[in-house]
């Protein structure tokens, strides 16, 4: 891909096609190559999401680039896009829900459910008022 320096009056956008996934059903993880233009010049990045489709993780960049750096989407170019394996992860927001740790050895993610509110399992059990308070701490 080459980039030419041209007035927008000049460029003529030929075709527009979206681009869907095959398998919706697994998560993934994406690398977004980005050049974006901010108040004090042109800033190349790399970020990655974790998404299931590659139009969300481009919705959460875009989202993303706006409340963090305050960039327009029309100053933003996406470069490249991949997806990522969990052993190569970079960033450590994406790297905590991945199967491997900082050095790509296995490790089991786990999701602790630390305040649970025990229901009544039938209408006829239920009462307004209860003797106790809940207890909603559980190891």
């Given at each position: ?5 041209m007035k927008k009056t000049t460029g003529e956008i030929l075709d ?124």
């Amino acid at each position: 891909m080459q980039y030419r320096n041209m007035k927008k009056t000049t460029g003529e956008i030929l075709d527009v096609n979206e681009i869907r996934e095959k398998n919706t059903s697994d998560i993934k993880n994406y690398g977004v190559w980005l050049r974006y233009d901010s108040r004090t010049g042109t800033h190349n990045m790399y970020r990655e999401y974790r998404s299931l489709t590659l139009n969300n993780a481009i919705d959460t960049m875009y989202a993303e680039m706006a409340g963090r750096h305050r960039a327009r989407p029309r100053s933003i170019q996406i470069i490249r896009t991949s997806i990522v394996e969990d052993k190569e992860v970079k960033r450590p927001n994406i790297l905590q829900f991945a199967n491997v740790d900082g050095e790509g050895n296995p490790k089991e993610v786990k999701f602790p459910l630390p305040h649970r509110i025990v229901r009544a399992p039938k209408k006829s059990m239920r009462t307004t008022f209860k003797a106790s308070r809940p207890s909603t701490h559980f190891h």
